[in-house]
């Protein structure tokens, strides 16, 4: 084809674009207009568009788990003594806390392209119980805490196909690693020592973040699909880096009235060990250290509703964790729960 004809095919087919999103806003102005509230990067705004969010989500995780099964605090001692490694051994996790404070920010750029940066703020709290290496502290337990900016977003959505009905949506994203891997806590020992991983607030590596989401709507709801990744690129500077992170969900929102919709989620969590090791947890006297004990399993179930008020959107979700398989020994995902608001202007 010659390049003047390549012009007109590319002006034609981004005029038929247009001409279509003007016709079909009536199903993107829904309550449903957006996935449920734990997803991003399923929607574009129109050129010259902001939206802003707030999101607050937590993660509450109780028990020790070893594969698919539940185990008391004792039984989490006694499995470090003898796993490969050894662990634990100077205490065991008992329950985590993970709030997270989110700063969304989305601008669209022209018809089928939308910037947009992701802002993070983690709470983690974490409960312990000493083991026999903590000699006459044995059995007591202690918390720890920590808190402060995560890894920033940044990242581009681009609408490959669009018409009355439908929407695909490629994510083009990365992290920046903005949040802090390396603490060091007194706490447990009287002495400073490195925050386990799970502690850290960020992943100390620039992360790929690619997704891709396809949304139909009907006249009463909406379904989406949605493949999501979070891939660090080599290792961070304490020579480590955390888990390849695969989701898939799959979600159905139901129109009760064009402002307040159901949703109801399935999501597949698949996450990989960590590699390297950082030179700080070679002792691995607790289970949060072992860089073989992060990878697993996860099946989660959203159960969401959204209301459409003036503008603005507000959007909640709870998400229960239905089946579970991990790496070694981890801390169990109970439940997570998330709360949005947002506004295009
Ligand atoms: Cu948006």
């Not at 996860?298 to 959007?315: E, F, K, M």
């Amino acid at each position: 084809m010659r390049m003047e004809h390549a012009w007109v095919v590319a002006i034609a087919l981004s005029a038929a674009t247009f001409a279509n999103a003007s016709a079909h806003d009536d199903f993107r102005s829904r309550a449903d207009k957006h996935a449920p509230a734990f997803l991003m990067g399923d929607h574009v705004h129109k050129p010259g568009e902001w939206m802003v969010e707030y999101k607050y989500m937590n993660m509450y995780m109780d028990d020790n788990r070893i594969g698919t099964q539940t185990v008391s605090d004792a039984d989490a001692i006694a499995y470090g003594a003898t796993s490969n490694p050894v662990t634990n051994r100077m205490a065991t996790p008992q329950q985590m806390t993970h709030e997270m404070h989110m700063l969304h920010i989305m601008r669209g750029m022209t018809e089928n392209v939308t910037f947009y940066t992701m802002i993070m703020l983690p709470s983690i709290t974490m409960d312990h119980l000493r083991g026999p290496g903590a000699g006459p502290m044995e059995g007591t337990t202690f918390t720890t805490h920590n808190s402060g900016f995560g890894d920033t977003t940044l990242g581009a959505l681009m609408r490959l196909y669009t018409d009355e009905n439908d929407d695909w949506i490629l994510n083009l994203s990365g992290s920046i690693p903005t949040g802090d891997i390396f603490r060091a806590t007194s706490i447990p020992t009287g002495s400073p020592t490195a925050m386990p991983y799970p502690m850290r607030l960020g992943s100390g590596t620039f992360n790929a973040r690619p997704g891709v989401t396809c949304k139909h709507y009907w006249d009463f709801g909406s379904f989406g699909t949605q493949f999501q990744t979070d891939l660090p690129i080599g290792r961070n500077y304490r020579d480590y880096s955390v888990s390849d992170e695969f989701r898939l969900n799959q979600w159905y929102s139901h129109l009760i009235t064009d402002n307040f919709s159901a949703s109801i989620r399935v999501e597949n969590l698949w996450r990989t060990n960590f590699d390297g090791a950082d030179p700080m947890t070679t002792d691995m006297g607790i289970s949060t250290n072992v860089e073989s004990f992060r990878g697993g399993y996860w099946l989660n179930l959203g159960i969401g509703a959204s209301l459409l008020h003036n503008g603005h959107l507000l959007s909640t979700e709870i998400v229960p964790t239905l089946y579970q398989d991990l790496n070694g020994i981890q801390l169990e995902t109970d439940w997570s729960m998330v709360a949005s608001w947002s506004k295009a202007f």
